[in-house]
């Protein structure tokens, strides 16, 4: 008996020549495979084998799959098939996000499941018998398959690995690392990730079958190649990190490592300051403050207290740093506690006045008012001071800078962006994008051009300051890490395995009515020094009875590009409300002429 392996961009298909006319797939992308098994011949797919939620490979599930498929997922991530919509509807995995396991790249809607499995799981199929193995690291419950036919050994690996030395993407592997979540675990998952592939090794198959990337006939040297590729770009990340001054025992192995920029020590903090929580205060001549977030009634109660001890007359300015409930969540009642202008930078603003539409780490419900959208570097005079503001996409993309200058000192206060140990960028999430002139590396052109006398975290007591060589060792590792990372990705930029967000929706989530025209913009950013083409189309529920024609567009390098849908709603409300009123609307999207599957996805609220 003959095995065929047939790999058709992500579903990995195995048919027996015996019985040319039955499938097994490992994985089912966006079920594009249906015009091959046509032609193939393949009347019935007997089961589909999937090693983890991810939506990307999964979505194909609901046309390809008869009442005969049998549907075999991770026991560990069952209900992210079966019951997805206990997900979709929990706010907890929409507001304050410092953990992001699951992923939520999973299907729209539930299906109905034959059977989770797991490690010691064994069957046959036709002369195929097959092996269940536990996986984590691309997912906490991915699992992979060893199939065994004709005295071949076959791995389906997942997205364990892509290529040897290279991985599908990074920020899947954002995980608590010796912290309570996921927010500061930067690469977190690599040692499970690493232990799973070496299990996988130790199996000896014939080669590794990813579900994104190529057959990998040598596992074993691909393995040790993306070992030392992954040590290689965590060793680059801890060198300049922030996080070396919060949590010290996290990287107590790489103390006194050759090529890591010593921690800076701290300096006195003017007199006219006050530090609360994550809220720095200035206090002016004539005793008028200025307020910087308010990310807690504690906090806004400490500011009133300030105020009733005689520390300042009246509050009569606020600036907001960035999006992070840490900073924003009480900022509603302290606009109500202290009715003064308050400030943020365009791109801060557009988060924090309309949260939902933005799905984001740390983000806070709380709608917050802005009567001053600043451009970057647009300057004004507060009592004694002049303030200039900034765009500053350091801790992450929506994050403002802003220096003060006054008393014979230039204050630079960076909202959560440095420490005195360097750049805090250990959450993919928000976006710290790789690259000469953007993300940190425009932040540190900044810093070397003002030369503040002082640097302010809100999150760290005393002030501190880089001198021109410790700015110029973090962008030289900036610029070492942009080479290294986009090795490890197949992609032709390091930022498509960094930033989740390179794909978006906008706005993210949007109540909808009954026949109205919903409009939904997909965004992307392209990473790339080449011209690239992308297309989407939302994927409405089947019930709806309309498809969206797909919409393609040319975005120049280093550009972002958008494409604007407009979608009219069926009339029948109750038509439109399954058991659900938060409609997942996947998007599908092919770029560079790769098809990504369901790679992204907006909300629709239903509202009567
Ligand atoms: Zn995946
Ligand atoms: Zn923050």
Known sequence: MELFVYRILSPLMLHFKDFYERALLIDCGNGIVQATLTTLGITQIDMILFTHHHRDSASGVTMLATAETQLHVPAM??????????????????????????????????????????EGD????????????????????????????????????????????????????QKQDQTSTDYHGFLGDRHRLLQSLDKLVALAPDAFIPTHGQIMHEPAT?????????????DRYVAISALRHYFPWMFTAFANRPGHMPIGPGK???????????????????????????????????????QTDGEFSAVTACWVTHYHDDHVDAMPDFQVAFPCPTYADAIVAAVIEDPRAFRLPCISPAVVRIDQRTADRESWQWNEFRLTAYTFPGQT?????????????????????????????????????LGAGVGYDHCLALMAELQPTHIFNCHVESAFAFTGDE???????????????????????????????????YPYEQDVVAGQTVHLRVEFTNHSTLTKIASCRPILPQAWGRDVPEQEITIPPKQDGRIDFAISMPDVVNKLCGQSHRVVIPIEVTYDGNVLGQFREGIFVLTA
């Open 222 to 234: 691909a393995v040790a190649a993306l070992r030392q590729q992954l040590e290689h770009c965590y």
């Open 471 to 505: 700015i110029a060792f973090m962008r030289t590792n900036l610029a070492e890490r942009e080479k290294l990372y986009t090795d490890l990705v197949p992609w032709d930029h390091a930022n498509y395995g960094l930033d989740e967000h390179w794909v978006r929706c």
């Open 268 to 306: 006195p903090v003017p007199d006219f300051l006050r530090h609360i929580g994550t809220t720095w205060l200035i206090i002016a001549d004539n005793q008028e403050a200025f307020v910087m977030d308010c990310g807690s009634p504690a906090i806004l109660r400490a500011i009133q207290q300030l």
């Open 77 to 118: 991530e069952r209900p992210w098939f079966d019951a997805v919509e206990t997900f979709w509807n929990d706010p907890k995995t929409r507001w304050h996000l410092y953990n992001v396991h699951p992923h939520n790249v999973m299907l729209a809607t539930s299906i109905s499941v034959h059977a989770g499995v797991g």
């Open 122 to 173: 064994h069957w046959q199929w036709g002369a195929a018998e097959i092996w269940v193995f536990d996986t984590p690291g691309h997912t906490d419950g991915s699992v992979a398959y060893l199939i065994a036919v004709d005295g071949q050994r076959f791995v389906f690996c997942g997205d364990t690995i892509y290529a040897p030395g290279q991985l599908w993407e990074l920020y899947s592997l």
């Open 397 to 433: 993309y929506y994050h403002g800078g802003l220096l003060v200058e006054g008393h014979n000192l230039r204050l630079f206060f960076a909202g959560d962006s440095f420490t005195m140990a360097g750049i805090d960028d250990y959450c993919m999430g928000n976006r710290n994008l």
